[in-house]
């Protein structure tokens, strides 16, 4: 992957970042975040001119180093070349809002999707779901529309309050992370939690509802830093086995 | 892709047309439409003389260049080598009802059928289903026979009225379109929407009813007409991908 | 493949059927019939001796020339190497109670062994399942042994009747044909059937079921002879295409 | 796979046992126990020291030759190097428990765990079912913690008494097996019996509930050693084409 675009002269580290946002973008892909060419991971200018946002019309899988435009708050374009996805304001207002977090995520993630459909709440009935032990995802329904609109972002900014994870009725899903690591995985737990639990419900068997106090230590014990690295590693070492594979792009069934 | 018939050479157009017609098949084959040989697409021939129609014993996957017949409105073929799929009327009796659009579909895309199936109405519970916003999915259940007569064709014209698509109970489904982009959107679409819903009922969650005018206002947002370039395009992508990987021809598993 | 076998020289038919009869084994393990090295069909011996029944430790997916044995109806091997199936029985009281066939399956196939553990009636709700129009499938719930004795074997013949096929309560299913192409087909559409049924009921809907009558005369139209060979071809096809991609042998995930 | 480690030197069959060990690893991954890098499978050494675990932050798919660590029933290591799986107390409490077996293996296989963290009871519905005749699956439910702690782990050893397996609520499951073939065969036969458990209780039908005794005698005659060492070999044959095909590593989709 090469750099010729000037943009990222001023700062390498953003290249690096992005390098890496990339990756996340086509791991989520395998984890079942596809849908077309929708959903998208931005960043955080650490020189706070805005947020760099993966460019329209490539799929989750496609994503590669120089796929993004920076755009400041209010959605002007200040770097970059090609579409700017219509969703920005999702994006920009859950960064102003939380800047205890750099990355937002959005995806049309098949169970989560299925979920946040639903009246259901996501549980921890498998250690997926354990990762938002702390701040259970709540549902934003005062729409189904795609979030085009600032005011639209800002009600979900306020449902989404300071937790990890939205889920966004008959729509899809947000998700945060102060890292890149972060917010991968909590798109990918999201989804896998979403799906045991869906399999679980279909089955018609009585779930067991574990305590929420135990959730939160168990969260300690299987989700410590080291746990997360080790994770975001599996997953990148996933990616390239596929990528060798099958080569780069679009994945095939 | 080579064209030796001479057929194609009063109108360079019908062939162009013709391989995004294949292309279209192809297309649907990976998203879920393939049932053995079952499936076919038709063009209303733009000089008139009828429609052209995928010929028999060719799984969706592997519908190429020269794999269609043109026929009079009346089953007669008037070029073209191969086997007449004997719906043949479903195709002309829809094309000479409507004349707004230029290609129906037809296949037993799996959750559509088995949607199709039941007394389920097909719902806008994501953005899949929102691409019916405008125009219920209604359901031919006459009989459960494939439409190999012009009465039942005639029959499924009624009950399709002006939708883009129409359940076939216990067989299957049929779909419109002005465009070989629509008709195969519009396919795809269908698909994945009924799978969305068969998933949704199956895990017993209350599901969440979006507005129905809300609904249309959210089609018209995400379903502009150069968003359905750019998905027509990313399916064309992942059809190239998939066969560079895989080689053209019947889908491996 | 090569014969080899000295055994094959006094009929050279035998092998040429049996050829095909190892591609059904293949076409089968691709249509979901796989459970490791369970699963078997069997050949009536044209000259009388008894049935041809594929050798034991083998996969579906691996079955190939000489991976038969030649026993006759008592079970003792007349020709070939290789362990003898300890349910031969299943397959030689079917033959000789039905003159009327040729060829004997038996698989755990996913869904209809699912469908087969319940109480279930498999019901023509999509084409597939039409297939069985003329003579609905019993169930066997006598035992959910396998079979391996003559007189469990003979239950099985009474309960089978005139029928194309047998659920196995949890256990799995036996099918027969007067051809190759005939028992491969009623393999494949029993196990598809049963998958549609599955998605059909788990996703709660209210199904619509079909005229028994009517499902008749759609068996003539959809069913006739050359559409079962179109139906074979198409396999055949799609085996080729298969194992020319990933190498002939057990089927990857 | 090449063993420069010293520590095997001085007892051949130790490298040769864990050579078959990590292809039960990569078995248990084919055949859906897999879930980033956790699930593991120890070995009880056999000059009493302790016990061979995989090492961590490994993928099922990804264990080969060098990948154990050598660590005392006091969780000490002894040799290798690598992290050590913090739920090394599960498999040393049941080694120590049971010298009737010399294999643990633990994973987060996905529809045992959806089983797992429900009421239901796994029933011998199908021949994989039909495994664990004679000890019945019981279920962990003091925590939905890892088992990190010796206490918890002898909670679980008293749980699992001298069954086969044993369900650990809202987490996972745990197997044993007094050789290689047992303990990898025991975790894919939990898999395969808890989907199949899953699909015919989510279609809704009504389950046939086989006869106990029946089940026992059904047992004996469908896993002899005989048949296990065939399972066996079919699944080293699977994992080797799959290998062929795809290379070593982590799992493709």
Avoid: C
């Avoid at 990890?164 to 991968?184: D, K």
């Amino acid at each position: 992957m090469s750099f010729l675009n000037t943009r990222y002269h001023e700062d390498g580290s953003i290249a690096a970042t992005l390098e890496a946002v990339s990756r996340g973008h086509r791991i989520l892909e395998l984890e079942g975040h596809g849908d077309m060419t929708m959903g998208h991971i931005s960043y955080r200018d650490p020189w706070g001119r805005g947020l760099w946002l993966k460019r329209g019309n490539l799929a989750l899988s496609e994503v590669a180093g120089d796929d993004y435009i920076l755009i400041d708050f209010d959605g002007n374009v200040l770097e970059g070349t090609g579409l700017r996805h219509i969703e920005w304001p999702l994006h920009a207002e859950i960064l102003k809002a939380r800047p205890d977090i750099n990355f937002v995520g959005h995806s049309h993630a098949h169970y989560a999707t299925v979920l946040g459909a639903s009246e259901e709440q996501l549980k921890p009935y498998n250690n997926h779901g354990v990762w938002f032990a702390y701040s259970p995802v709540p549902r934003y329904t005062a729409t189904s529309h795609i979030i085009t609109e600032v005011h639209r972002a800002k009600e979900v900014v306020e449902v989404l309050g300071g937790s990890q994870a939205v889920l966004l009725a008959n729509h899809g899903v947000a998700f945060v992370g102060e890292t890149v690591e972060e917010v991968t995985l909590t798109g990918v737990f999201l989804e896998k939690a979403a799906e045991f639990q869906v399999d679980l419900r279909a089955s018609g068997f009585s779930p067991i509802e574990p305590d929420p106090v135990e959730t939160k230590e168990k969260f300690d014990r299987i989700y410590p830093p080291k746990a997360q690295d080790n994770f975001w590693m599996f997953f990148n070492r996933k990616l390239e086995r596929y990528e060798e594979f099958q080569g780069p792009g679009i994945a095939t069934p």
